[in-house]
């Protein structure tokens, strides 16, 4: 395995980074992201009181365009907090954790006083050579998240929120691939126009409402891989296409997605030395630690559960908090995703708290480790009857 050294990354950080502040508006935060160079990030940096607290990222702005007046609406309200690392403790495996736990376009670095930030697309193109003999198969996530071209924007947006996803693959009428809408195309095309119109700006177009179908504002034609690809070839295509995601098809039928979280998951997973590893990250939640022991206590009781049938097996747990509330419960969403010897797996599950909403995506997740279980043996009992077949 290649391994980045120290100075490597540090020729990575770069100061030329977006800043804002906390306490400004957020209709300030339109005009710089329309700014920003694609080539690097679609987030902002964001400070307080001169110290740096986290970022606003354009996929925040999908939160934040529902508010009635984004001329008193702060910033700090869609910040989303984000670790640091010093340049001391610069390292690969470091920053690939950073990436994926804050699901940001940079990490920041500290540097004395300053700071510097790491761009996803520098990092993986560092990281590409590792991935030359790794196949798509192995990084996908099998499960694709569909809408039909005629589909309304809202009902894509109500398909994300309860997927816990911000994009999802658009199918025509034979379910051959003919898109892709993320969350920020909606913003792009749909919400941001009706508030400039609304804040008087004559270019604003006022007819596009969310219920306007999703073929009009998809993403078109889709950049597509075989599974049998490697994943070296997908990062090219990322970094040049200025894309956060690849379809993967199978004679025009969706067959999974690989998104960059994916790379840098397969990455950190390489890097684990016992038989299954968990990681868990959060979004708009605050875990003390007798929360996450007890939700590494139901994990590792799963994965040990299974551990036999898995093999060498990681499981990352996406945790976000919705703002519904019942019996000061929050709403909780949870996603899984298994990566193991017997393939991918991925499953979310709501419920009112993080404890029960756990449970929910868990007993998911069985059901479907169970059912792959079942379909292995019922391939090897035909297997077996066909040789004891042709035996005589």
Not at 252 to 268: A, S
Not at 334 to 357: D, I, T
């Amino acid at each position: 395995m290649i391994t980045l050294d120290v100075e490597e990354l540090k020729e990575l950080i770069r100061e030329d980074y977006e800043l804002i502040d906390a306490n400004e508006t957020i209709s300030k935060l339109f005009p710089i992201l329309e700014k920003l160079d694609r080539d690097k990030a679609n987030a902002i940096l964001v400070e307080e009181d001169g110290k740096i607290i986290g970022v606003v990222r354009e996929k925040d702005l999908i939160r934040g365009s529902v508010l009635k007046n984004p001329h008193e609406t702060r910033v700090k309200s869609l910040v989303v907090k984000t670790g640091k690392l010093d340049i001391s403790e610069l390292d690969p495996f470091k920053v690939a954790r950073r990436f994926v736990e804050d699901s940001t376009p940079f990490v920041i670095v500290q540097t004395g006083k300053k700071f510097g930030v790491i761009y996803v697309n520098d990092f993986l193109r560092k990281l590409k050579l590792e991935f030359e003999n790794v196949k798509v198969r192995e990084v996908m996530n099998p499960d694709v998240i569909t809408v039909r071209r005629f589909d309304t924007a809202a009902k894509a947006l109500s398909v994300m929120r309860s997927h816990g996803i911000d994009r999802v693959v658009v199918v025509d009428e034979n379910n051959k691939v003919i898109g892709i809408l993320t969350g920020k195309d909606v913003i792009d095309r749909v919400i941001s126009p009706r508030k400039r119109a609304r804040m008087g700006d004559s270019s604003g177009e006022k007819e596009k409402t969310l219920s306007i179908m999703v073929e009009s504002i998809m993403s078109s034609p889709v950049i597509s891989v075989g599974r049998n690809d490697s994943v070296a070839e997908v990062i090219d295509l990322m970094v040049e296409n200025r894309i956060s995601s690849v379809v993967v098809t199978r004679e025009g039928i969706p067959d999974g997605i690989v998104i960059k979280k994916d790379i840098l998951e397969y990455y950190l997973k390489k890097q684990e030395k016992k038989d299954f590893g968990v990681q868990i990250m959060t979004s708009d939640i605050t875990l003390d630690d007798f929360d996450r022991e007890a939700i590494m206590d139901d994990v590792e009781r799963f994965m040990k559960k299974f551990s036999e049938f898995l093999g060498e097996s990681y499981l990352f747990v996406y945790i976000k908090r919705h703002k519904e509330h019942f019996r000061n419960l929050p709403l909780i969403h949870v996603r899984l995703k298994l990566s193991s010897e017997k393939g991918n797996f991925m499953v979310s599950g709501e419920s009112w708290g993080v404890e029960y909403a756990l449970h929910v995506a868990l007993k998911k997740l069985e059901r479907e480790v169970l059912k792959e279980k079942e379909i292995l043996q019922d391939k090897r009992m035909v297997k077996r009857f066909y040789e004891e077949v042709f035996e005589y």
